[in-house]
């Protein structure tokens, strides 16, 4: 991170290797080890709050900045650390600010407009050096992101005829997002390989000895083919983006495929559609209450939901129409549980931007250290705006959780013309 700040904020300047050096120190300083510094409860609030900041985000650059893990992680030990620091008093000089600000003049106006979303549970305003600081991390956040959309590069391989090859090649340029590069015959694709830098072969014949990764299909596509094509790239960049950064290209919402996945942990009788509340409190208790009947969770943990909102505020509400309720599992957490709650009529929280709240889920993790992935998941699955359009559209609880099933796998379903409605 030091050498990507000196190399893109430190404009027009050369620097020193010990200038580098110097940065990282002083970065490090500021991103401590937390693990042990805080309790599970205060870590997901910060996660959660992370998320929701990181939401915000990327509706306004347009840009999904919610699966990359790395901003994730870093952002939210940063935002903890500096939680500490505004408890202790403790200010910090950032001694590239102006310089940042300076290069980074339109995204420093857009953190420091979405900013309240910590300074609001923090409950301090945030100086321009903390501000920074937080920039920073974006701003690399972005670059991996644009590193990360490299479109691939293809050459199609063909032995039937010129014209064929210039046909299929003009079809698949105009079905996915690639740049052909060229066409060639078969048994010369070897040479044409070493003179070019192709990501992917297309051909119609079977290939050997070549190093790129190449799929083969019909000189006339069919619907087998472009689906082939598309679980081919789709491949490709899940591959690709494990190699170059943290940035995880993800056909699925599963933060890690080894990961829990929310319908694993919503027992039977866990998920209520279409359910009356009368306020926000009521609303809670609905959510917490079949986990509570399970023996899941104490009666304790359950209130605790409600007085950490009373206390807080509703920063849970953490994506528009979505509320995550949780409590310290200090409370009595017996085993991982979840429920959602899609609420008959939206219920006010009192959240500024994202009320009124439509779905409420309730988490009970018991080791929250090692369920990051799972809850990082649930809340990527309800910040998709798409998403939460059709599980509202869900008839009933087996189809609402059959949407979420199909969902987490990458299966997004669509709406009919009736359902859309």
């Avoid at 933060?255 to 209520?272: A, E, M, R, Y």
Wanted: some cysteine.
């Amino acid at each position: 991170m030091a050498r990507f700040i000196m190399t893109r904020f430190v404009i027009n300047e050369e620097y020193q290797n010990s200038e580098e050096v110097y940065l990282a120190m002083l970065i490090n300083r500021f991103r401590f080890k937390t693990e042990n510094t805080f309790d599970d409860k205060v870590r997901t609030d910060f996660y959660i709050l992370v998320k929701s900041f990181l939401n915000q985000l990327s509706s306004v650059y347009g840009k999904d900045l919610l699966i990359d893990q790395k901003l994730q992680q870093y952002l939210t030990d940063h935002i903890i650390w500096l939680y500490q620091r505004a408890k202790d008093s403790l200010n910090v000089i950032n001694p590239l600010k102006e310089q940042v600000i300076k290069g980074f003049i339109k995204d420093y106006q857009i953190i420091k407009n979405n900013i309240n979303i910590f300074e609001d549970w923090i409950n301090i305003k945030l100086t321009e050096d903390e501000i920074v600081f937080i920039l920073m991390h974006i701003v690399a956040g972005i670059e991996r992101f644009t590193q990360s959309k490299k479109t691939p590069n293809v050459i199609v391989a063909c032995d039937i005829s010129q014209g064929t090859a210039d046909y299929l090649a003009e079809v698949i340029q105009n079905s996915f997002p690639i740049k052909i590069l060229g066409t060639s015959s078969v048994h010369n694709i070897s040479n044409v390989l070493s003179g070019c830098d192709c990501d992917i072969v297309i051909s119609t014949s079977p290939l050997s000895e070549i190093s790129v990764p190449w799929i083969q299909v019909n000189p006339i596509l069919d619907e087998k083919d472009f689906d082939s094509i598309r679980v081919f790239l789709s491949g490709l960049n899940s591959q690709n983006n494990k190699q170059s950064s943290s940035v995880i290209k993800i056909s699925s919402y599963l933060t890690n495929p080894d990961t829990s996945k929310f319908t694993d942990i919503l027992l039977p009788g866990h998920v209520l559609v279409d359910m009356p509340a009368t306020n926000w409190v009521n609303a809670v208790l609905m959510a917490g209450e079949p986990m509570l009947k399970s023996g899941a969770v104490s009666q304790e943990y359950v209130k605790g939901m409600v007085e950490n909102i009373q206390e807080y505020g509703p920063y849970i509400v953490f994506a528009p129409g979505v509320a995550i309720a949780h409590a310290s599992p200090h409370l009595g957490v017996m085993k991982t549980s979840a429920t959602i709650v899609r609420l008959r009529d939206s219920i006010r929280f009192g959240h500024q931007t994202n009320d009124p709240v439509k779905f409420v889920v309730a988490i009970a993790l018991k080791d929250p250290a090692s369920s990051v992935g799972l809850l990082s998941s649930i809340m990527n699955i309800f910040c998709d705006s798409e998403a939460i359009r059709i599980l509202t559209k869900a008839k009933d609880h087996t189809d609402l959780l059959n949407v979420l099933k199909n969902i987490e796998i990458g299966r997004m379903p669509v709406l009919t013309n009736n359902q859309s409605a």
